[in-house]
């Protein structure tokens, strides 16, 4: 090798360690990532040093290095569809708003962003709209994750407070987790939880949930309330807490108002104990013990989520919460106090810069004094002056075609919006739809009449704010893919289009941060000195660019008085409302607006899976995210499936006024009688029918108007399937005319689960039709080899194909039932170069040969399947620990652990 080519190796091969933040959830888990630029590979770990995660990452984060390909990715702007340059991009967005604008007035046009944008980004599209545009239109897809926790926080503490920080889940004594699958909704929170708990037994977990989770895995308790009535059971629980003394009226009188009000309210809804307990489900033991463990334990934290926020009551259960929490000064203390978490990594950032329609700026609202101040700050021509729409009256004002132009950035809400085709039909009609995005192919953005590429995690480069108000560096780890920009580029070059040149010259992301850091620094503090505003970066507004690269995690505010950062407030009150007390509010319980009818007898609950993000967009990337499970589902109690006559993996329909969905049927006792469970993930893209979305209720809080994704009234019923089927291919295959269709991406090949309510006329040949040919001589003049079975009396017809190197390239097999031949050995056929006589004997025999069946994938991140982790156990090892021991499954991010102990206690069982 002469030195030339020794130096080009060594290049190709140079690696470089940059630390970043995950691209996933409100947790905000830091990554040390091993970058090799030249041939644009990142190995990801957990970081160490960071305080979210000390070195955790769930198999989401994990992953992350599998979703970097530029495969899929929008590399060049789009216009209806043709490649144009970018300034013919940003000429036709500005030139459209701008006209639109001129005709119709400012309140014709509305951004609608996310947390998947970095708080640079969207920082300066929070400035365009609310102080150039001159309209309130900007609202994020936070509105559908934690919006009612900010109203809940605003109204007992004056702002937008998060009042602790994870440390104190490692302080408390007693844990209470309200509407939170921690377990797989933000895992790695959990397993710091978990870990606490192993090694201080003592310390209690409460999960309330109506349903059995794998959160439940850890708890003492599990409060299974009625779907809907947080707020009975928190004003149970304040009437608890006075009537065992344990009010601390010293704090309520130096710091709080309001009590007498908010325990009146209690008083009036809580009833005797049996009566509360049959309002809410369950038995009224378990609630006694959880009031006890309450009143009793000082050291006590509250986490709540979506379980909570989702709500038609959501703003409601938040300050049902955060009064027993005020009530006993349990606030700002170490282990003590709410918490709310929210869903996505910048929800928090986004919070900060008044990405939300009804906030106006760093945690200023639509007052005068504010609006005043930031047009100020800003120099904003055109100030808006009032709230603007929030997400679902938006995309309402789009279908009334009062709203004519919309700018979609790194969002889905096509899936991820309640009453879905409501909003589909909506961007259809409107005149202007513009998207940015990193993926290419998105449900909404195939309504897009302008597409802009924006960089994706592995290029973003700016910051983000987790849950316990963190604010660390997301690092662009890669060059810019194709000709994709950084939204915040995007939005400045779109701005200065428009004519507002002054306000949007930023010369980097650094540049806008100090910005962001100086409007919350800006007539921050009255005359006696005191910070108006809790969201305070003063001592961050002349940061260099050299200090911006090398930022450290940090809390806020960052001040004088708080160089570090502060980790709690509120120990000792200094809330931020008039007379810096805090309210208590008198709150009456409500039910959910749209309740069970005869026509749609049954109530829908919507959330997450374990290895699955959003829309999945990303995340359906990493085929080993798409094992675990791997098409939409419907959980059914036992007793209503045995009521409708339903069986295990049967295709459901579930179906509401507002729309229906079709999904595989998985039968436990995880949901309560009459109550149903569905993911929010599945796509068209990835589905035919399979959005949750287009039947969930558009019904919202009306407080924060965040949807009541938790609770809508839907009838179930068999799909009534003639034929169930799938395709394995090593080539992409077009999607056929069946009723059922999912795809999922699996290592080295895709696969498509098929079901249809009609019969195959010739089924040998529409299976050929599947794989890409007309006849059986087409495959042989490719080389290919065509392996068949037919048994036509039982209607089992199965084909694959190989090709001359004895490699797999396509597997298909349809069944008149279910029970098809398990996917994951048929899968991991097209690992190998070629396939041994065992294998190809095996392959359309139904079985996988002996000892070679590992079962659906339960351990994502070893890729451990469930009839091996079976198998160990009759081996012998009989906790989840000597599983781990023997096959590693459950060791890395730990989130199977539940499963596998799930399985160990059905192995037990003798089910
Ligand atoms: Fe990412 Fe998982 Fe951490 Fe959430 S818990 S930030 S998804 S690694």
Redesign the pocket.
């Known amino acids: 090798m002469n030195s030339n080519q020794h130096s080009a190796t060594q290049s190709v091969n140079k690696t470089e360690i940059k630390h970043t933040t995950?691209a996933?959830?409100g947790?905000?888990?830091g990554i040390k990532a091993e970058v090799n630029p030249a041939k644009r590979t990142v190995n990801v770990i957990g970081s160490d040093q960071h305080p979210a995660?000390y070195g955790r990452?769930?198999s989401?984060?994990s992953a992350l290095g599998h979703t970097i390909s530029t495969d899929g990715r929008l590399l060049e702007p789009e216009i209806n569809g043709q490649q144009v340059d970018w300034n013919t991009a940003l000429d036709t967005v500005a030139n459209g708003f701008s006209d639109i604008i001129k005709q119709h007035g400012p309140d014709a046009v509305a951004f609608y962003v996310s947390g998947q944008l970095l708080t640079e980004d969207y920082y300066v599209a929070n400035k365009l709209m609310k102080g150039y545009i001159g309209s309130g239109n900007i609202d994020t897809n936070s509105r559908l994750c934690m919006s009612s926790s900010v109203v809940g926080h605003k109204r007992a503490f004056g702002l937008d407070t998060v009042p602790g920080c994870y440390d104190d889940f490692q302080q408390a004594e007693l844990i209470t987790l309200v509407g939170s699958n921690t377990a797989w909704c933000?895992?790695?929170?959990f397993q710091r939880i978990k870990q606490y708990k192993q090694d201080n037994p003592n310390v209690k977990i409460v999960v309330i949930d109506p349903r059995k989770t794998q959160t439940c895995d850890i708890a003492d308790l599990h409060i299974p309330l009625n779907l809907g009535t947080d707020v009975w059971l928190f004003n149970g629980l304040l009437n608890a807490l006075n009537e065992q003394n344990k009010v601390n009226h010293e704090y309520l009188d130096q710091h709080c108002q309001g009590f007498e009000n908010s325990l009146q309210a209690a008083q009036a809804s809580s009833g005797n104990l049996n009566a509360l307990a049959d309002t809410l489900g369950v038995p009224a033991q378990d609630l006694q013990t959880f009031f006890d463990l309450f009143c009793q334990t000082e050291k006590s934290i509250t986490l709540y989520s979506q379980g909570v926020n989702q709500s038609s009551s959501g703003t409601d259960k938040v300050n049902s919460i955060l009064n027993c929490h005020l009530a006993t000064g349990r606030i700002g203390k170490p282990g003590m106090g709410p918490f709310s978490m929210t869903g996505q990594?910048n929800a928090m950032g986004g919070r900060e810069v008044g990405g939300l329609a009804n906030t106006l700026a760093a945690h200023m609202d639509f007052n005068d004094d504010s609006i005043d101040r930031v047009q100020r700050f800003w120099d904003a021509p055109n100030m808006a002056t009032q709230p603007g729409l929030m997400a679902v009256d938006m995309f309402d004002a789009i279908d009334e075609g009062k709203i004519k132009a919309v700018w979609v950035m790194a969002t889905n809400p096509v899936v991820s919006l309640p009453n879905a085709d409501k909003v589909k039909a909506a961007l259809e009609k409107c005149d202007l739809v513009v998207v940015s995005d990193c993926i290419a192919d998105t449900d909404t953005a195939r309504l897009a009449n302008v597409k802009l590429p924006a960089t994706g995690w592995s290029e973003k480069d700016g910051t983000v704010t987790n849950s316990e108000r963190r604010i660390s560096r997301q690092r662009g780890l890669f060059e810019k893919a194709g000709n994709a920009q950084h939204d915040w580029w995007i939005i400045n070059e779109v701005a200065k289009r428009m004519g507002f040149d002054s306000g949007f010259n930023h010369t980097n992301q650094a540049d806008i941060f100090r910005e962001h850091a100086a409007l919350s620094a800006f007539e921050n503090s009255d005359a006696e000195g005191h910070r108006l505003r809790d969201f305070d970066l003063s001592n961050l507004q002349t940061l260099s660019d050299e200090d911006y690269e090398t930022f450290e995690p940090i809390q806020w505010p960052i001040n004088a008085e708080f160089p570090e950062g502060r980790d709690r407030f509120f120990s000792q009150g200094g809330f931020f409302t008039p007379n810096r007390k805090a309210n208590l509010l008198g709150i009456t319980p409500k039910l959910p607006v749209n309740l069970p009818t005869n026509d749609y007898p049954l109530r829908l609950n919507t959330g997450r899976i374990r290895d699955q993000?959003h829309t999945m967009t990303r995340t359906a990337l990493a085929s080993q995210l798409n094992q675990h499970i791997s098409e939409p589902f419907v959980e059914i109690n036992t007793e209503n499936a045995k009521q409708l006559n339903i069986q295990a993996n049967d295709i459901v329909s579930v179906k509401s006024k507002w729309g229906e969905m079709l999904g595989r049927v998985v039968i436990n006792e995880n949901c309560k009688p009459d109550t149903l469970f569905a993911p929010m993930h599945w796509t068209q893209v990835l589905s035919k029918q399979g959005r949750i979305n287009t039947v969930v209720n558009p019904e919202v809080d009306p407080f924060s108007k965040q949807p009541e994704s938790k609770h809508t009234p839907v009838n179930v019923s068999q799909f009534s399937a003639q034929w169930h089927g799938f395709v394995l291919s090593r080539h992409t295959t077009a999607w056929p005319e069946v009723d059922y269709i999912v795809s999922a991406k699996g290592k080295q090949h895709n696969r498509l689960e098929l079901v249809h309510g009609t019969a195959l006329n010739n089924p040998t040949q529409t299976m050929l039709a599947w794989l890409g040919f007309d006849n059986e001589q087409q495959v042989s003049e490719q080389g290919l080899e065509l392996l068949s079975y037919q048994d036509a009396e039982s209607g089992l017809y199965r084909l694959a194909l190989i090709n001359e190197q004895g490699a797999l390239q396509a597997v298909t097999m349809i069944a008149p039932h279910q029970n098809l031949p398990e996917r994951t050995w048929l899968a991991a056929q097209f690992e190998k170069e070629s396939l041994n006589k065992r294998a190809r004997n095996a392959l359309l025999s139904g079985y996988a040969p002996a000892g070679e069946d590992i079962g659906r994938i339960v351990c994502a991140c070893f890729s451990v399947g469930e009839k091996t982790i079976e198998a160990a156990v009759k081996s012998g090892c009989c906790s989840a620990e000597a599983v781990g021991d023997q096959l590693k499954a459950g060791t890395n991010c730990g989130s199977c652990v539940p499963e596998i102990k799930e399985i160990i206690g059905q192995m037990d069982l003798g089910t």
């Open positions: 995950c996933y959830c947790v905000g888990c995660n990452l769930c989401k984060g933000h895992p790695v929170l990594p993000w």
